[in-house]
């Protein structure tokens, strides 16, 4: 079990690198996928910086956090997954469900719970104590 989980936050991390590096380097190329338009040269700033930054940040602390020992570190991508799921929600009570949405709220909830039993389960290894 604790392999496992080890082995989804690895996945989930490396996801997450790729959608840094997919914003900081190729930002043109992330847009469709994330239905985000840059309408002037700053948006590209904002689209590699907020969000290339955000990945990264959060591609960080959960890498970090699926060693052996340092599942206390998944907190942070816990609450941002959290905030997100948040934002999320008022952007589903403001603009109406879709489809794209629903994509969104089911990727982002199985990342939380997969993130969060890993923190819960992999503190309790020995490598911890």
């Known amino acids: 079990m604790e392999r496992g989980l080890r082995i989804a936050v690895v996945l989930i991390g490396a996801s997450m690198v790729l959608g840094?590096?997919?914003f900081m380097f190729s930002p043109e190329a992330m847009e469709a996928q994330f239905s985000v338009v840059a309408s002037r040269v700053?948006?590209?700033g904002t689209l590699r910086g907020d969000l290339g930054g955000l990945f990264l940040t959060l591609a960080v602390f959960t890498l970090y956090g699926s060693r052996p020992g340092k599942s206390a570190w998944l907190a942070v991508p816990?609450?941002?997954?959290?905030?997100?799921l948040f934002g999320r929600?008022?952007?589903i009570l403001i603009d109406g469900l879709?489809?794209?949405a629903i994509r969104?709220?089911?990727?982002?909830i199985i990342a939380l719970v997969v993130l969060e039993a890993a923190r819960r389960k992999l503190g309790t290894d020995k490598a911890e104590a």
């Open 20 to 22: 840094a590096v997919g």
């Open 42 to 44: 700053d948006g590209m």
């Open 78 to 84: 816990v609450v941002f997954m959290l905030a997100v």
């Open 89 to 91: 929600t008022v952007h």
């Open 98 to 100: 879709s489809e794209p």
């Open 104 to 108: 969104s709220v089911v990727v982002e």
